[in-house]
């Protein structure tokens, strides 16, 4: 589904407040426009064709026109961020008077970490970005060029890290909406069967594909993602060990702590209380 930004406008800010378990329904693409986002709070999960990666708060996030993607929820914190949007215009003009690289960097990129210092700089500039864009003045987009220009030559100087993991080959939108099945199922007992059903495969056919396109099995791949919520649950709750592992989809305190022992090297127990 393809998303647009305003008729006639050359660059869009605005801060969304969102529920901790929003996910996008559906693959999108931006159809002309290039997006950039700041996370507040929440944890989000990012899938593409090619490769998936998490962002967290603090992270900014990239996206150019023509891909395909979709997030999901990775936290059960409210997902906060501010979401800035341009146009081709404004990559002509960036790449004429600044710097063709720095554009071309960001976009590849698509992920980046920064220190304390640098986030609170990012803050402050995203936060002049949206009162100059509420204000709605006549001379409004010329400023907000201007800052926008500042905040990629940021990203730039300033990354620290990206982690992002490529897919062996590019995803069909039939696996990636198999991905999305299982991220919102984890919780239930769901089986290879049930993902393979959500996009109309056979079993066989499906563990395959997927394997072959992911990097891991069906299985693993749940079991990470299971993992991945029940390391947030120990951190973030004081809920009990069995309690966990029925609300992350493993059914048992027993077999919940023997794959996470396995997984982690460490007890669940254990990395409640910091040792590992």
Known sequence: MPLKMPQNAHITIQKRNLPADFSMPQMEMAESHYSLGYIISGDRRFITPYERYEAHPGDITAMPPGLYHRTFSLSESAYENYLIKVSPEIAVDFKSDVDPDIWDYVFEQKLFSFDEETRRKIE??????????????????????????????????????????????????DIMEAMYYIEKNYAEPIKLRDAAGSIG???????????ARVGTS??????????????????????????????????????FSACFSRHEKTTPTGFRLGKF
């Open 124 to 173: 402050s500039l995203l936060f002049d970005m949206l009162d100059i864009y509420t204000d709605a003045a006549s001379y409004s987009e010329v400023l907000l060029k201007g800052l926008f220009f500042r905040l990629l030559v940021l990203i730039r100087d300033r990354n620290i890290n990206s982690d992002r993991i490529p897919f062996k080959g590019e995803l069909s939108k």
């Open 201 to 211: 495969f056979s079993e066989g056919h499906f563990s395959r594909l997927f394997t």
């Open 218 to 255: 069906f299985s693993n791949y749940l079991i990470n993602i299971r993992l991945r919520h029940a390391k947030e649950l120990l951190l973030n709750t004081d809920l009990p060990i069995s309690d966990i592992a029925l609300m992350t989809g493993f059914g048992s305190g027993d077999y």
